[in-house]
């Protein structure tokens, strides 16, 4: 049913954007906590960095990665150095750019359920004994796990559906930084590829009501025993 | 042993205290909403660190501005019942019974037994149910469980009965003298009823704007009439104390000896010679010049006015001395001047059994 391509370009969107979630869920939950728990100086700046993709061509966001992990840029040319690594043109710097796209839909998500949190409960947590780290993990996480996990769910298809900032910073690489849409894309540039298109287009929507379908699910099973008690 | 001389700047006025605790005593703090009950807890809790002074606690100082010393709240081992109770909503209540025992420090003292403290809030078959699913009295037993079993050389307790309805309140309270007996801890409690005063405190510090205006046995605090945040309050009264006589022949009442003067009560579960307090509401005693005749008040008091002082509701409150005891009576101006009451005259206080009652919060008290 589906091409050799077009399944190459199915494989690669699943990788990018798992790989995006699984280094850029961490973040998010740590930068939301930032945000919504902490006060220091900088955290409106720390705001308003997060945020910026969100407001940024994706295109403008892709040229900077490239001036910093490109191969001239101090991050790529340190890595290179150091590592041997190299993000443009791969599928790990294709994560990269849509993880950076992705990550201010994933903070906001998580931020608003450990906002919905008391801090009463930390506080409980504190007069029993439990240190910082400690009552992260056993009090705050759990209770924000729906959170969380939509914050996974979104973020994910957010990165399958980046095309702007991936084309920009990771051009257009079959097997490698192809993913859905650049496949979409690519198949209409080419004469007689629109039954292609519109197949990819099919795919992409399958996933997408997927994932929200996933999510709504997860959330459901993850608030029954983390509603207020 | 809990010694605190400290305060801190709060956005309406200086929070700024200085009292003492003995190891093993229950301190109520007691005060009107906003006198600053919650922020001298907050405190001693370390939740918030003062600007000025010091709080020693059995021996460690956990905070001393002058010496730049604040001990954390996570590792002060000062346990912290609240209002609501706060139970972890994502774990049982054998989760949250184990929270605070999971992370006792290697080799702390196990005062409080698991087993004993399930028995003593008989929680024992609530273990393995969701906070979600408990009554709101089930959850505060949860939750006092959960502060003892954290092992705590005190325990705060903050208005741990205000969310709960009347007959929930004395089923809590009675779970608390019963630990307070289990368990010899030093206990610090916020309320601003009277009747849990009266009831679960050894002192009391009056607190009013931020400043400590009085400290002292309930008995002493009762009523005062130099206190205005006791004098004025509707269940203004006096903490009379007293022995258990006897009971009347027909099992309605019980007799109790006054240092001289017997006072009927409702019938009491106690055998003579018992220590008894009872609290009289000042609303509910009237005066009278002479002994009266006919009337079905059984108690009428010989006594001495000692001191008068008008409310603000146009009553006065009226200090007797009663075979030695302080009682209080609120009565009208008018009263006042038509019987030509003053200080030094003898009047009779009648007092109706049935108004020294015990369900409604607790006025008729056995000492523990």
Not at chain 1, 13 to 42: K, Q
Not at chain 1, 75 to 93: H, I, M, Q, Y
Not at chain 2, 115 to 134: C, F, M
Not at chain 2, 243 to 253: L, N, P, R, T, Y
Request: glycine residues 12%; contains cysteine.
């Amino acid at each position: 049913m589906l091409s050799e391509a077009e399944w190459s370009a199915l494989v690669a969107s699943l990788v990018v954007g798992a790989r995006a979630v699984a280094i850029g869920l961490p973040l998010a939950v740590a930068t939301a906590w930032l945000l919504a728990r902490t006060r220091f100086p900088g955290r409106t700046l720390l705001d308003a960095l997060v945020h910026a993709p969100l407001v940024l061509p994706p295109v403008v966001v892709g040229y900077v990665l490239l001036l910093a992990f490109g191969v001239q840029g101090p991050v790529g040319r340190w890595l290179e150095a150091s590592f041997g690594a190299r993000l443009v043109f791969t599928s790990a710097g294709a994560s990269l750019a849509a993880g950076v796209m992705a990550f201010p839909i994933m903070v906001r998500a998580v931020r608003l359920s450990l906002e919905g949190i008391d801090p009463g409960l930390e506080l409980a947590a504190r007069s029993l004994g439990a240190g910082p780290l400690d009552r992260f993990f056993s009090v705050t996480l759990p209770l924000a796990l729906p959170g969380v996990i939509a914050a996974g769910i979104v973020g994910f298809a957010a990165c399958l559906g980046e095309f702007g900032a991936v084309i920009t910073f990771a051009a257009s690489v079959p097997g490698e930084t192809r993913t859905l849409p650049l496949a979409i894309y690519a198949a209409l540039q080419t004469p007689g590829g629109e039954a292609a298109a519109l197949r990819l287009a099919l795919l992409s929507l399958g996933i997408a009501l997927g994932a929200l379908l996933l999510a709504d699910w997860l959330g459901r099973r993850a608030r029954r025993w983390s509603t207020r008690g | 042993m809990i010694e605190f001389d400290a305060g801190l700047a709060r956005d309406a006025f200086r929070v700024e205290a200085r009292f003492a605790a003995e190891g093993g005593a229950t301190t109520a703090l007691f005060g009107a909403s906003g006198a600053g009950k919650s922020t001298l807890l907050a405190l001693l809790a370390g939740a918030l660190r003062p600007d000025r002074g010091r709080i020693v606690v059995e021996g460690e100082v956990l905070d001393d501005v002058a010496g730049g010393r604040h001990v954390p709240l996570e590792r002060r081992r000062i346990a912290w019942v609240f209002q609501d109770g706060r139970l972890f909503p994502h774990l049982t209540v054998a989760g949250n019974l184990d929270y605070g025992l999971a992370r006792l420090p290697r080799g702390a003292a196990r005062r409080f037994a698991r087993e004993r403290v399930i028995e003593v809030l008989d929680v024992g078959a609530l273990l393995g149910r969701w906070p979600r699913d408990l009554s709101g009295g089930e959850r505060q037993r949860v939750a006092i469980g959960r502060a003892l079993l954290a092992q705590p050389r005190l325990l705060l307790l903050d208005e741990p009965l205000a969310s709960l309805d009347a007959p929930r309140r004395l089923e809590i309270l009675g779970f608390l003298e019963r630990a307070r007996r289990e368990f010899p801890l030093s206990m610090v409690y916020v309320t601003h009823s009277l009747a849990e005063v009266l009831r679960i405190a050894d002192r009391v510090v009056l607190l009013e704007r931020g400043r400590v205006v009085g400290e002292g046995a309930p008995a002493e605090l009762a009523g005062r009439l130099d206190t205005p945040l006791l004098a004025a309050r509707p269940d203004a009264g006096a903490l009379l104390q007293a022995h258990v006589a006897g009971h009347e022949a027909d099992g309605s009442a019980t007799r109790l000896d006054l240092g001289g003067t017997p006072l009927l009560v409702p019938r009491l579960a106690a055998a003579p010679g018992e220590a008894v307090r009872a609290y009289v509401l000042a609303g509910e005693v009237m005066l009278a010049t002479s002994r009266p005749q006919g009337l079905s008040v059984r108690n009428v008091l010989p006594a001495r006015i000692l001191r008068l002082a008008a409310r603000a509701d146009a009553t006065v409150l009226v200090e007797l001395d009663c075979g030695g005891q302080r009682l209080l009576a609120a009565v009208s101006r008018g009263a006042v001047v038509e019987l030509g009451l003053e200080a030094g005259r003898d009047v009779y206080a009648l007092v109706k059994t049935v108004s020294i009652d015990a369900p409604a919060g607790g006025r008729l008290l056995l000492d523990p």
